[in-house]
C-alpha cells in the first residue's frame, strides 16, 4: 500500500512562496505519474500540476510560470514550488500517485494553503 504524506503549507500574503512537499512511502512501479490538486470550499478538486517518471510536466493554465513540480527519486519526494501567490490560489493542496499514468490515484490526506490580500 502506497502512502503519501503532505507538509509545507500555510498562512501568506499575496505575492508571497510556499513550497509544498509530499513524502511517498515507495515508487513501486516503473512507470509512473504524480501531481497535485486542490479543492477550494464549495468547488471540485482541480489538477494543479503533474510529473512523470521520465520528467515530463504539466500544469494548469492558472498556475503557469508561478508554480514548479519536480521530484526527488532518491528521496521519493514531490514537490511544488508555489510563487506570486493569488488569494485564489487558496485551497486544500493534494498529493497524488498514479502507477500506471491511467489517472487512477493513491491520495495524501491534504494540506491547507491560504492566501490574503
Known amino acids: 500500500q502506497v502512502q503519501l504524506v503532505e507538509s509545507g503549507g500555510g498562512s501568506v500574503q499575496s505575492g508571497g512562496s510556499l513550497r509544498l512537499s509530499c513524502a511517498v512511502s515507495a515508487y513501486t512501479y516503473s512507470s509512473y505519474c504524480m501531481g497535485w490538486f486542490r479543492q477550494a470550499p464549495g468547488k471540485e478538486r482541480e489538477g494543479v500540476a503533474a510529473i512523470a517518471r521520465n520528467g515530463s510536466t504539466s500544469y494548469a493554465d492558472s498556475v503557469k510560470g508561478r508554480f514548479t513540480i519536480s521530484q526527488d527519486n532518491a528521496k521519493n519526494t514531490l514537490y511544488l514550488q508555489m510563487n506570486n501567490l493569488k488569494p485564489e490560489d487558496t485551497a486544500m493542496y493534494y498529493c497524488?500517485?498514479?502507477?500506471?499514468?491511467?489517472?487512477?490515484?493513491?491520495w495524501g490526506q491534504g494540506t491547507q494553503v491560504t492566501v490574503s490580500s
Open positions: 497524488a500517485y498514479d502507477p500506471f499514468c491511467s489517472y487512477e490515484y493513491y
